[in-house]
């Protein structure tokens, strides 16, 4: 059963828009957003006006002065006056979460054309700002100081991952290493140099170790950029053919880190059967993903919490070659936010918009062979707010 199937009406992806992502110092959290949700309603075929809700993406937490920016998509076009727009927060899963408030939106029939927005400004704020923020997702650290921030919170699950299925040090390097080969193809990447596996696998000056065992290349970087896309219940005759949003999923785990199992990232994994049992189809039905490695222990433990492979066996997924781009499920092609960047609220909206290209046949260099479907996993905190969509070509 589809999700059209369960509620009785489409949710399609009419139009997108993507910024580079960056420091962006000529930028604003206000041209970023501008720039990208100009950019969906032309691309959608739609006028300004017909845009009936507004979902905004953005995490925050301190790193700018303006709290309150969910009216800024209005700066579009005075035909924006009065639409009701709303920010979303959910960590590092505020873009996702932004997208499936908006979908929900059109399945409970309150609008029938909706803009979801994913931003973040990060770059201008100081280390010790961008951490504190970050941090704020965790619930032992928040209002802590740490000399490793959240790259520590995932060294620790990566120490609990070697104790308990051996080292995963090399592995990590080659999925760095895949990912930011990925990544000098998509032209909105922060990250566009082919580093190679020998870089990325050894600590050295220019990758020191940030926390053992993550080096700089296992982390993502600190970002500037915004996506969007325009959520429809029918065609808008827009510059492509829609994208057909199949099914979601949503889980969120106990927040106390002693109330979870750091290697099993629990609900993520429920969030990934909930989407797939909605759309009706198995991995195996799928052409590619784009998943969420703040870390690149993140995308090794992605591969068990989706189902690739058993519980520490993930890196037979790298070793044997399945989720490389000639792979039999290709993971992270746009270079993830590894390579693409991170600004934290665009994070889950952009994996939508390059999944929505890839299945358009619009992703340029980073286009794959004629991809049917695609799953799209986004994740707040530790494994906490983890959400999954299941798209398909239309």
């Keep these: 059963?589809?999700?059209?199937?369960?509620?009785g009406k489409d949710v399609l992806l009419t139009g997108w828009g993507?910024?580079?992502?960056?420091?962006?110092?000529?930028?604003?959290?206000?041209?970023?957003?501008?720039?990208?949700?100009?950019?969906?309603?032309?691309?959608?075929?739609?006028?300004p006006g017909q845009i009936e809700e507004i979902y905004l993406g953005q995490f925050n937490s301190g790193m700018m002065p303006l709290a309150f920016p969910s009216s800024l998509a209005l700066q579009v076009s005075p035909e924006l006056a009065n639409v009701p727009a709303t920010r979303v927060e959910n960590a590092c899963a505020s873009g996702s979460a932004a997208f499936?408030?908006?979908?929900?939106?059109?399945?409970?029939?309150?609008?029938?054309?909706v803009l979801v927005i994913g931003a973040e400004k990060m770059t201008h704020a100081g280390a010790d700002v961008v951490g504190a923020a970050l941090l704020g997702a965790d619930y032992d650290m928040a209002g802590h100081?740490?000399?490793?921030?959240?790259?520590?919170?995932?060294?620790?699950?990566?120490?609990?991952?070697?104790?308990?299925?051996?080292?995963?040090?090399?592995?990590?390097?080659?999925?760095?290493?895949?990912?930011?080969?990925?990544?000098?193809?998509?032209?909105?990447?922060?990250?566009?140099?082919?580093?190679?596996?020998?870089?990325?696998?050894?600590?050295?000056?220019?990758?020191?170790?940030?926390?053992?065992p993550l080096r700089r290349t296992?982390?993502?970087?600190?970002?500037?950029?915004?996506?969007?896309?325009?959520?429809?219940?029918?065609?808008?005759?827009?510059?492509?053919?829609?994208?057909?949003?199949?099914?979601?999923?949503?889980?969120?785990?106990?927040f106390p880190a002693d109330r979870r199992d750091p290697t099993a990232f629990a609900a993520t994994r429920v969030s990934w059967e909930r989407a797939l049992a909605m759309a009706g189809v198995g991995l195996e039905d799928l052409d590619f993903a784009e998943v969420h490695d703040c870390f690149t222990i993140a995308e090794l433990l992605m591969y068990e919490a989706m189902g690739l492979t058993e519980s520490g066996q993930g890196g037979r997924a790298i070793e044997?070659?399945?989720?490389?781009?000639?792979?039999?499920?290709?993971?992270?092609?746009?270079g993830g936010l590894k390579a693409k960047g991170h600004p934290v609220g665009a994070t889950g909206v952009s994996?939508?918009?390059?999944?929505?290209?890839?299945?358009?046949?619009?992703?340029?260099?980073?286009?794959?062979?004629?991809?049917?479907?695609?799953?799209?996993?986004?994740?707040?905190?530790?494994?906490?707010?983890?959400?999954?969509?299941?798209?398909?070509?239309?």
């Design 218 to 254: 296992d982390c993502s970087p600190v970002s500037d950029g915004a996506a969007a896309v325009v959520l429809s219940v029918s065609p808008t005759g827009g510059a492509t053919a829609p994208v057909r949003l199949a099914g979601i999923g949503q889980a969120n785990d106990f």
């Design 100 to 113: 499936q408030q908006g979908t929900k939106s059109l399945l409970a029939g309150t609008a029938r054309t």
């Design 145 to 212: 100081t740490s000399t490793t921030g959240f790259t520590g919170l995932f060294a620790d699950v990566a120490r609990h991952y070697e104790k308990r299925y051996g080292p995963v040090s090399d592995i990590l390097g080659t999925i760095a290493a895949k990912n930011h080969r990925n990544g000098v193809d998509n032209p909105y990447a922060q990250l566009r140099k082919d580093l190679g596996e020998e870089f990325c696998r050894t600590v050295s000056d220019k990758n020191p170790m940030v926390a053992d």
């Design 320 to 334: 044997e070659g399945w989720v490389f781009r000639d792979g039999k499920l290709p993971i992270n092609v746009s």
């Design 1 to 7: 059963m589809s999700l059209k199937e369960q509620f």
């Design 18 to 47: 993507h910024s580079r992502f960056g420091k962006l110092t000529e930028e604003t959290l206000e041209s970023l957003i501008v720039q990208v949700a100009t950019e969906a309603i032309s691309r959608a075929g739609i006028e």
């Design 351 to 394: 994996q939508h918009v390059i999944a929505a290209m890839q299945l358009t046949g619009t992703a340029g260099g980073m286009q794959l062979n004629s991809p049917r479907r695609a799953a799209v996993q986004n994740m707040g905190g530790v494994g906490i707010a983890n959400y999954v969509s299941i798209l398909e070509a239309a």
